[in-house]
Nanobody, 124 residues
Framework: VQLQASGGGLVQAGGSLRLSCAASGGTFSTYNMGWFRQAPGKERDFVAAISYSGGSTTYADSVKGRFTISRDDAKNTVYLQMNSLKPEDTAVYYC??????????????????WGQGTLVTVSS
C-alpha cells in the first residue's frame, strides 16, 4: 500500500486548506484511514480518522468543529478539510492506513502504512 499526501501550504490564521491522500496498491475501501500531525520537536499526534465504510469518524478535541475527514472510495482518496486554522495547527500532516482494525483507532501503532507527510504552516 502506498499513500501520497498533498495539499499543504502556507495560510493565514482563520484560513482553510484541504489535504488529500491518494492510496494505491491495495483495496482502499476496506481500510480505516487516519490523519496525524507532528510539530517540530513534538511527538506525532492523532488528528482525525474515518472507518472503511465512512460511517464512523473521530477527531482530536483540538480540531473538533474545525476539521472534517472524508473519503471517496471511487478515487481511493481520503481528505482532511481544515477550517479556522490556528498557528498551533502548524505541523507536518501524515495520512495513514489501518488495514485490519475493527474500529477506528487514534493510536499511531494501529496504522501500518504511512504517507510521506505534507507541511501545513499557519501564520498569525
Amino acid at each position: 500500500v502506498q499513500l501520497q499526501a498533498s495539499g499543504g501550504g502556507l495560510v493565514q490564521a482563520g484560513g482553510s486548506l484541504r489535504l488529500s491522500c491518494a492510496a494505491s496498491g491495495g483495496t482502499f475501501s476496506t481500510y480505516n484511514m487516519g490523519w496525524f500531525r507532528q510539530a517540530p520537536g513534538k511527538e506525532r499526534d492523532f488528528v482525525a480518522a474515518i472507518s472503511y465504510s465512512g460511517g464512523s469518524t473521530t477527531y482530536a478535541d483540538s480540531v473538533k468543529g474545525r476539521f472534517t475527514i472524508s473519503r471517496d472510495d471511487a478515487k481511493n482518496t481520503v481528505y482532511l478539510q481544515m477550517n479556522s486554522l490556528k498557528p498551533e495547527d502548524t505541523a507536518v500532516y501524515y495520512c495513514a492506513a489501518d488495514l485490519y482494525g475493527l474500529i477506528v483507532s487514534t493510536r499511531t501503532n494501529e496504522y501500518a502504512y504511512w504517507g510521506q507527510g505534507t507541511l501545513v504552516t499557519v501564520s498569525s
